[in-house]
């Protein structure tokens, strides 16, 4: 975080402080903003690889996604006990048909009801990598594939018991790479 000489209200003294510089989960506080045109740059860097590079019908193919804490400082996500972040793999064939699709979740999970109580948290600590293989048989070619990381709010589930789905921003894509083969 940057030093900067500034008031931090307007009826406070200026003095040095540090300055937030970044947009946080980048999940938009509208429904019609989008973090990634304006500028968002996420501690989350993403790493895709595939192989082999060449390929024909009834190869498999493994593609790797490595996902490295790389700027944030601090558990990614963090912040509200309800942030996660998904990333999928969708493999479509020539004419349209769904392949393959999976999806990996990293982040809490709680159970909020009759008491708090944490499930499970594989956050990414500080510059920690964690690497994802899939395995993709290949029925013909050519295949498009589509990696998408998104980082969520909170749940379909939570949005709807709350009363903000479709009202309020629950997720953002952050992150989206599609390649064919």
Known sequence: M????RRLTPASPARWTRQHTWIGSAI??????????????????IDVRWSPKKLAAGDSAFVTVALTNQN???????????????????????????????TFRIGQEWQWWPEARKLSDNRLKP???????????????????????????????????????????IKAVIYRREFTL
Do not use: C, W
């Not at 594939?145 to 589930?157: C, G, K, N, P």
């Open 2 to 5: 940057p030093t900067v000489y």
């Open 28 to 45: 938009p506080k509208f429904l019609t903003a989008d973090s990634l045109v304006n500028g968002y740059k996420s501690g989350l860097d």
């Open 72 to 102: 944030a400082g601090h558990d990614l996500p963090t912040g509200d006990p309800e942030y996660f972040i998904t990333f999928a793999l969708r493999v479509v064939d020539e004419h349209e048909r769904m392949v393959q699709d999976t």
């Open 127 to 169: 510059l920690e990598q964690r690497t994802y293989s899939v395995a993709v048989a290949i029925p013909s070619l050519p295949l498009n594939f589509e990696v998408i990381v998104t980082s969520h709010r909170m749940t379909i589930e939570n949005a709807k018991a709350m009363g903000l789905l479709g009202k309020y921003p």
